[in-house]
């Protein structure tokens, strides 16, 4: 069975929400649409206070190359355009709208019914997703449209869906499959329409066997599409180690996919794309998680963007007990939330409680050279090394050192066992070096 | 004997082919150093913390003596008398700069603004800074993690553990600037020293709106614009919602002081009051009601 | 509700902790101790249970009152130096030359440098090769193996099978008594069959990592052997090499000491084939019969210089040729 061959890690995989249903959330009294994103510039807000709108419309405009709509989740008033502290405690703008009914814009279709046939052409789908303002689903919320518009001289090859869902906890990709398999697809197709590639292969670890199966089965009617079970390890779904698992190459430092000829999607992504180009559908709602080992009622759950995080939990039966932290996200790369009045964004992909014992660090100790770190790590970096000239200050040491090239998949952390915190070290190096890096290009 | 000898002649043979040789290579690449910057050097404090903007005391001397002038060119750790110094040996004026002192404004003890979650990470305020906005609900104030503290070459900052707050201590403060630089926050600003040490400022940066800051911390910055009409002097102006005292106009009137309703703006050393007893009790009141 | 805890990701932790590992190598050393208590008896005894006694209280003392830290005794790494330490001695050896060993071992192998992480050399090695410089005689008189001996210090003595290759006396051990550890020799290094059970464990536990022990005993295997070919009445086969001597128990717990060895695949075959070269050279063409300790020390030396020019293979690094 095929996986990355570099470093890696087989935590607990904890997917205790496996098989669940997903359950149409409850309409919010009011959402808190985020106007900027994870990546990228923030959009313009096109609605004022008092606007009236309805469940698809735009409410705010790309701003610039790496930016995508916003379109309501909800229908009712604007209630006002302010600004909204986001999981960190950092304030964004964002659109506030009391919820009133539930009316759809008309060129929405909203029948369950599959549309396999696409006549459109690149360029038309392209737009497609632009104006859907979809971005990728799998946490880091890059631009869709971006990633289908390699830049000239480059040419994809093979199209790459990732269903790894290597994290613990979350099990919303699983849970689609299962449920939407045929027009993830179908979505796949329009996406390899989109790339002018004619083969495409869908990832997907060894603990979704029933997944693996069903879309097998599905893919016997699709030309050129594959699915491909990997060994379950992480952080295969990380872009550059999904494509060494399934194609056998690795993209270089500081290069993006488009090197080796692939280009990589996420499967909710490929989803969202099916919806928004064969339904007119734009990007308003998402499947996200509610998980953890105290959880009264782990699940999938489709929930509207910007509702706040509370009241999906709520319905979940709302916050376990013991619980010592909130990841918003996977465990291994997710954020620890402050509270949970903060609004679900296009990137939100679970919620995982975890129990007190378990939040609170053990004490760090010397590190003793175990090399345990440089095994597992998946970019074949040195974080002890990292770490301690991180610690030092000694930028220059860590360019040489390859920083730039860690994924933040947080193994080293991980696995140390002398509870050291290299992940945390490596990013404040990682956003210096970065920096640096930065200003001497625009000094040239 | 002559084995004695044998050994003398060789050695001594070395060694001067190896000073001919010396000497030649000295010559050659002997590079000419202007004899000033190692006077300068020696009137430097040789603290080489950088505070001047070059690298260690050795790159200001250099610096002192290329320039025209000393305009530009202070040294924060001896202060004017060093400069004086400097300016003797080079023959050049120095211009006498007030001396200032790092202060940090931020006034949100455990008391003023209650912690809202528990932070676990590395005690280390940049890398808290960069993954979310402080344990309290204020985004703008103090982590309390000690990057100042590490930063500083002269033990002057330290963070009091009961206010989770940095404090400095003046007489040790050079005023060098490397804490202002750590500080992720930008928390920390080089003030005027003042008169006696006598300085107000405002000690807070929340550039949030009124309503907002004050739900998080008691003591912030609430733009309520008093402070501005006040001053007779011109020197507190609002930007961002924020109140800022420049210290080149500020006569130390304490006016502002007296007016701000959060107590958002401090004043440092002064006496303590004589005449005012009656209307402060009655300020404090108002703010209990 | 408690106030959250927030932190940097990752959010969970492997369990993996320092004394896990330590009693990993612990057990992992169980099957060698028994065989050396099988075959040296109570005089293994007593040595052990000095050794690994002796080792703990010097650390904690030294803890206690010199460095004043946090106590770290309680990670297990004390008792595994002195474990390794005495495995590498003779059973008849005098209880007081233990104690000092071990005093070397942690006093000036380990805690002079700060303790478990920052000592450059191997701190049970640097015991054992102080004890055999310092007491020769002591260090290089070996009782012979009797099953369930009561014989402690007046053992009858036997001669390892390097010492009769080096001198060209006696007849050599057959290769299945190599391998049980039917021998003269120190007190755990005599079964290969055990270290390599151990070594298993190590393995399948992710303790280490297979490069180091193999690297090691490859080179020797091929080194041993063109010697062999070349003039075999001289030197002995490289069969007889691996299984005798030192060179088991140091390529799987000695040489792949944690705080002391490389830190990435590459350097850890660089070290590994070094270890192996040195030691060959040294039994071949030294005055020593035996040369693993000092082998894994000298590479030791060079661990901190692999680490800086060897580094790991990155992810998309084009091989250069």
Same mark, same amino acid.
């Given at each position: 069975?095929?996986?990355f ?11 205790f929400?496996?098989g ?9 009294k009011?959402?808190?649409i985020p ?9 313009e807000a ?48 964002a ?5 009133d009914?539930?009316e ?5 279709d ?22 859907a ?13 971006v990633k289908?518009?390699?830049p ?21 990709d ?15 197709t329009?996406?390899?329409?989109a790339?002018e ?12 066997k ?13 030309k050129g ?5 990997l ?18 190459r690795?993209v ?23 919806e928004?180009?064969?339904k ?28 706040? $995080? ?6 979940a ?21 402050m509270?949970?009045?903060?609004p679900?964004?296009k ?15 053990k ?10 770190c440089?095994?597992?790590?998946p ?13 030092r200050?000694?930028?220059d ?6 920083t730039?090239?860690?994924i ?7 696995t ?29 | ?5 044998i050994a ?30 190692d006077?300068?050097e020696?009137?430097?404090?040789a ?13 200001f001397?250099?610096?002192?003596v290329?320039?025209?002038? $000393? ?7 001896g ?6 110094n ?8 120095a211009?006498a700069v007030a001396p200032?002192?790092?202060v940090v ?7 003023h ?8 990470g590395v ?14 609900g ?31 201590d ?6 060098c600037?490397?804490?202002v630089?750590?500080c992720?926050?930008l ?7 003042g ?7 405002v ?5 949030d709106?009124?309503?907002i800051?004050?739900?998080s ?9 008093k ?18 005292i420049?210290?080149?106009?500020c006569?130390?009137?304490r006016k ?23 209307s402060m009790n009655t ?6 009601g | 509700?408690?106030?959250?805890i ?5 959010h969970?932790h492997?369990?993996?902790?320092v004394s896990k ?12 101790l $028994? ?6 008896g109570?005089g ?16 904690? $003392? ?5 460095l ?33 060993g ?7 192998g ?12 191997n701190?049970?090695l640097?015991?054992?090769?102080f004890?055999?410089?310092s007491f ?19 053992a009858?003595?036997a ?6 290759i ?10 299945l ?6 021998m ?10 055990a270290i ?23 080179t020797?295997f091929?080194?041993?052997g ?10 002995a ?7 005798s ?9 000695m040489?792949t ?17 070094g ?16 040369g693993?300790?000092?082998a894994i020390?000298i ?5 901190p ?5 060897i580094?790991p293979?990155r992810?998309?690094?084009k091989?250069?040729?």
């Amino acid at each position: 069975m095929k996986t990355f061959r570099m470093g890696g890690i087989h935590p607990k995989e904890n997917k205790f929400s496996a098989g669940k249903q997903i359950q149409v959330a409850e309409l919010p009294k009011q959402v808190v649409i985020p106007l900027s994103h994870y990546i990228g510039t923030p959009s313009e807000a096109v609605v004022k206070k008092g606007d009236v709108v309805k469940v698809g419309q735009l409410i705010g405009k790309a701003n610039g190359l790496i930016s995508a709509n916003v379109h309501s989740s909800v229908s009712g008033k604007v209630n006002k355009i302010d600004v909204q502290l986001d999981a960190t405690g950092y304030k964004r703008s964002a659109v506030y709208i009391d919820v009133d009914g539930d009316e759809w814009l008309e060129t929405i279709d909203r029948s369950t019914e599959i549309k396999r046939e696409c006549n459109l052409s690149k360029e038309e789908i392209i737009r497609k997703i632009q104006d859907a303002g979809i971005v990728g689903l799998g946490g880091a919320t890059f631009p869709t449209h971006v990633k289908l518009s390699p830049p000239p001289g480059k040419k994809a090859n093979i199209l790459i869906i990732n269903a790894v869902e290597c994290e613990s906890y979350l099990t919303c990709d699983h849970q689609l499959m299962l449920e939407k398999g045929e027009e993830i697809l179908v979505g796949t197709t329009i996406l390899m329409k989109a790339l002018e590639v004619n083969r495409a292969v869908i990832g997907i670890e060894n603990n979704k066997k029933d997944a693996i199966v069903h879309l097998q089965q599905l893919a016997k009617n699709f030309k050129g599409i594959k699915v491909e079970a990997l060994k379950v390890r992480y952080p295969q779904g990380g872009e550059k180690q999904l494509i060494d698992a399934i194609i056998r190459r690795q993209v270089p430092s500081g290069r993006i996919p488009i090197e080796v000829g692939a280009v990589v999607q996420n499967v909710g992504t490929t989803y969202a794309v099916y919806e928004a180009v064969q339904k007119n559908k734009p990007m308003i709602e998402r499947v996200m998680t509610i998980s953890g080992k105290t959880a009264p009622n782990p699940g999938n759950y489709l929930v509207r963007l910007g509702t706040y $995080l509370a009241s999906v939990v709520d319905q979940a039966g709302g916050i376990p007990e013991g619980t010592g932290k909130i990841v918003g996200g996977g465990p291994m790369m997710g954020r620890s939330l402050m509270n949970l009045n903060v609004p679900m964004a296009k990137g939100s992909s679970g919620v995982v409680f975890i129990r007190k014992e378990e939040s609170v660090r053990k004490p760090v100790k010397n590190c003793i050279r175990c090399a345990k770190c440089v095994t597992v790590c998946p970019m074949g970096l040195e974080p002890f090394l990292l770490m301690s000239q991180s610690e030092r200050n000694m930028w220059d040491e860590m360019e040489d050192n390859c920083t730039m090239d860690c994924i933040e998949c947080g193994s080293c952390s991980y696995t140390c066992p002398s509870n050291r915190p290299l992940l945390d070290y490596i990013r404040f190096g990682k956003t210096t070096v970065g920096g640096i890096i930065r200003n001497r290009a625009t000094k040239k | 004997m002559n084995l004695i000898v044998i050994a003398l002649l060789t050695l001594g043979i070395i060694g001067a082919v190896s000073a001919i040789i010396l000497y030649f290579v000295a010559k050659k690449f002997h590079v000419y150093e202007d004899p000033r910057i190692d006077q300068v050097e020696a009137a430097l404090p040789a603290a080489n913390c950088g505070g001047c903007g070059f690298p260690g005391c050795r790159g200001f001397a250099n610096a002192c003596v290329k320039a025209d002038t $000393l305009d530009g060119l202070f040294c924060p750790v001896g202060g004017n008398d060093t400069m004086k110094n400097v300016a003797g040996i080079l023959g050049k004026n120095a211009v006498a700069v007030a001396p200032t002192v790092a202060v940090v404004r931020c006034g949100g003890t455990c008391d003023h603004r209650p912690r809202m979650n528990e932070y676990d990470g590395v005690k280390h305020c940049f890398i808290a800074h960069n993954l979310y906005s402080g344990e309290t609900g204020c985004s703008w104030g103090c982590l309390g993690l000690g990057d100042c503290e590490v930063s500083c070459e002269f033990d002057a900052i330290k963070v009091n553990q009961v206010t989770k707050l940095p404090e400095v201590d003046e007489d040790k403060c050079t005023s060098c600037g490397a804490c202002v630089k750590a500080c992720p926050k930008l928390l920390i600003e080089l003030r005027k020293k003042g008169p006696k040490s006598r300085r107000i400022y405002v000690n807070c940066r929340n550039e949030d709106k009124g309503h907002i800051s004050r739900k998080s911390c008691d003591v912030s910055c609430i733009s309520c614009l008093k402070c501005e009409k006040v001053c007779p002097y011109e020197a507190i102006t609002i930007t961002n919602n924020l109140a800022f005292i420049h210290d080149d106009k500020c006569k130390l009137c304490r006016k502002c002081v007296d007016i701000c309703p959060t107590n958002a703006i401090v004043e440092l050393n002064f006496p303590p009051r004589k005449v005012k007893e009656e209307s402060m009790n009655t300020k404090e009141e108002q703010l209990v009601g | 509700m408690d106030k959250l805890i927030i932190s940097p990701a990752p959010h969970i932790h492997g369990g993996d902790s320092v004394s896990k590992d330590m009693t990993g190598v612990i057990i992992a050393l169980v099957p060698a101790l $028994l065989v050396g208590l099988y075959f040296f008896g109570l005089g293994a005894l007593v040595v052990t249970l000095t050794a690994v006694a002796s080792c703990v209280l010097f650390e904690y $003392l030294i803890q206690k009152f010199m460095l004043k830290g946090s106590n770290t005794v309680m990670d297990g790494s004390a008792a595994l130096t002195g474990l390794l330490l005495a495995l590498n001695l003779p059973s008849n050896i005098p209880v007081w030359m233990v104690v000092i060993g071990s005093l070397v071992a942690i006093g000036i192998g380990k805690m002079s440098f700060g303790g478990l992480g920052n000592n450059p050399f191997n701190p049970a090695l640097i015991g054992r090769v102080f004890l055999l410089i310092s007491f020769p005689v002591e260090m290089t008189t070996w009782p012979r193996p009797v099953p369930f001996s009561a014989a402690y210090l007046d053992a009858e003595t036997a001669p390892t099978t390097l010492a009769m290759i080096k001198d060209h006396f006696g007849e050599i051990p057959s290769t299945l008594d190599l391998f049980i550890g039917n021998m003269g020799g120190s007190l755990g290094e005599i079964s290969a069959v055990a270290i390599l059970i151990g070594l298993v464990y190590l393995l399948v536990k992710k303790i280490i990592t297979w490069h180091i022990p193999v690297s090691i005993l490859a080179t020797v295997f091929v080194f041993t052997g063109i010697l062999n070919l070349a003039n075999p009445e001289l030197y002995a086969s490289p069969v007889v090499h691996l299984f005798s001597g030192g060179l088991m128990l140091g390529a799987v717990f000695m040489a792949t000491d944690y705080v002391t060895s490389p830190m990435n695949p590459r350097g850890m075959l660089v070290y590994g084939v070094g270890i192996g070269i040195i030691t060959v050279v040294i039994r071949a063409f030294g005055a020593y019969p035996e040369g693993v300790s000092f082998a894994i020390l000298i590479m030791n030396a060079f661990t901190p210089l692999i680490n800086t020019y060897i580094k790991p293979k990155r992810f998309g690094e084009k091989v250069k040729i």
